[in-house]
């Protein structure tokens, strides 16, 4: 069948959820066009596998190409995000012009580094203007729905239900 004209077009981004250890701290960015911090992250782009994006989300956001020396020490899939609500990301929602809609999905990956190590080997890309560690305890303002996320996937992890993947509805703390 043929993509018609009003089917949905849709974009993956691979968000990184960089967490310590004892899942007290998680790295986020902020980037010079928005005014919050935010999940590592970058969309796939065509033709690019999802563990493509997750290594050009480090170099290109973080400025790092050895994960290993930056002090990752493991990573996981996390879950999908994102496929029950179609207008989370308001960016990609125009398209009255001529220009596309997409609605934007997430795949999140739970990685677990030493956040010390990282900060000190992250190079921030053109767009990022700081690395900057949080307390999960006090979480300020994300952007779009990324605390949400970040609550469920540190929820599902300590209850073994790990990878977060929508069945029907999307799951909800």
Known sequence: MPIRKHDAHWAVAVDLMLVDEGRSRIALIRRENENVLALVGEKLQWNETGAMGFRRAFYEELGIIDMMDAGI?????????????????????QGDDGTEKAQILSLVYLIEADLDRLQKAARPGSSVVALEMVGLDHLPPLFLDHSSIIRQVLQAEQEGRLPLLPDGEEYII
């Not at 020490?73 to 929602?93: E, Y």
């Open 73 to 93: 020490k493991s990573w996981r899939l996390a879950g999908l995000f994102g496929l029950h609500v179609p207008d989370r990301d308001p960016r990609f929602l």
